[in-house]
């Protein structure tokens, strides 16, 4: 089959069935095409949730498609593919966190939305990449645990002054590899460029861009800014959806070692099997994501305080 034809055999098979469809941004194109929602972490996980449909297919990595479950328990979630997982997520164990935790007895615990159930079940607050200063800004106690991204957790630092933020070992291997020394050779190469970065990436190289956001943040700043070249410090997937989205203008990823593999494992084909199991087939693909119910209460908490504790930002703004 032509990728046309699968697509229309994926649409077909979503409308007979009533299956949602959820895309992380890094995935390729030819599956944000056929994606009910698409974008950041958060956007997905709220889209989700408001979404009617009974069964939603995740197009990411694991700790997304968790997140997607803990928030529509009673919704059927499944994973494309079943080999997609987050470095940094798998990098902490909940014994990690416990001692962790150990060592800073006073300070609640903020997980970044990249960790497992078993860790979002030990902490306080999740916050996502878009939400993490604003949500940490309205939090009442000035001492706080930030796991597992050091380099997220560091910008929230440089962000909040007023806050002392305590930080573990752990990060994003993609974007942590990129150097302060990949920005001037970038800024050398693209002089005249904005320079747009994940706040997963090194203080050395946040402290040096022009905006740091979400993937989202990155797309949208992009879209509506009048200027017309930028350096991309996020997965390179983004700097070619910016090129579709906007002809007029240029995008350069900062370095091309900004691939993430485990989100470029998905592929169409995953897809059209996951909707197949989705469907009932015997045949199909993907993976049914299921959370032992006492684990799920408990890791829903976190995050049921990231909305409320959104919420309360906004007003405070
Ligand atoms: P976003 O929430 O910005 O999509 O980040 C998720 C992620 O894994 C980035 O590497
Ligand atoms: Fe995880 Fe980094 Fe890949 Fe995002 S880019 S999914 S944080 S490894």
Same mark, same amino acid.
Do not use: W
């Given at each position: ?27 390729? #194109? ?16 709220? &889209? ?9 297919? /995740? ?24 080999? &997609? $997982? ?9 014994? #990690? ?19 497992? &159930? ?14 993490a200063v &604003?949500?940490i ?16 957790g560091?910008y929230v630092a ?7 933020v ?20 970038? #800024? ?80 169409? /084909? ?9 469907? $009932? ?14 684990? /799920? ?21």
């Amino acid at each position: 089959m032509t990728i046309a034809e699968v697509q229309e055999k994926i649409r077909e098979i979503k409308r007979e069935r009533g299956i949602c469809v959820l895309a992380h941004s890094y995935q390729a #194109r030819e599956i944000l095409e056929v994606a009910d929602y698409t974008g950041d972490s958060y956007k997905l996980s709220v &889209a989700a949730a408001e979404d009617k449909k009974s069964i939603a297919i /995740m197009c990411g990595v694991r700790f997304m498609a968790e997140t997607v479950k803990l928030l529509s328990p009673e919704k059927t979630v499944f994973l494309a593919n079943a080999d &997609a $997982g987050c470095p940094m997520a798998d990098g902490l164990s909940a014994d #990690r966190l416990r001692a962790a935790k150990e060592k800073y007895p006073g300070s609640p615990v903020v997980c970044y939305i990249n960790t497992t &159930a078993e860790v979002k079940a030990l902490s306080d607050v999740c916050v996502t990449s878009s939400s993490a200063v &604003a949500i940490i800004r309205a939090m009442p106690e000035s001492e706080i645990l930030f796991v597992p991204d050091c380099n997220l957790g560091a910008y929230v630092a440089d962000s909040l002054p007023e806050k002392t933020v305590h930080l573990i070992n752990g990060g994003c291997p993609i974007h942590a590899a990129v150097s302060g020394a990949d920005v001037a050779a970038a #800024r050398r190469a693209h002089p005249g460029a904005l320079l747009l970065v994940h706040p997963e990436c090194v203080p050395d190289v946040t402290r040096a861009a022009d905006y740091v956001g979400s993937t989202s943040g990155i797309y949208d700043y992009a879209v509506k800014s009048d200027k017309k070249e930028f350096i991309i410090g996020t997965e390179v997937s983004i700097a070619e959806h910016l090129q579709y989205a906007c002809p007029d203008k240029k995008f350069y990823p900062l370095t091309k070692k900004l691939m993430c593999h485990n989100m470029k494992l998905t592929t169409l /084909m995953d897809l059209y099997h996951c909707l197949v199991a989705a469907s $009932g087939g015997s045949d199909g693909g993907g993976e049914q994501i299921t959370i032992e119910p006492s684990l /799920m209460t408990d890791a829903r908490r976190c995050i049921d305080e990231m909305i409320r504790l959104g919420e309360k930002g906004k007003d405070n703004k």
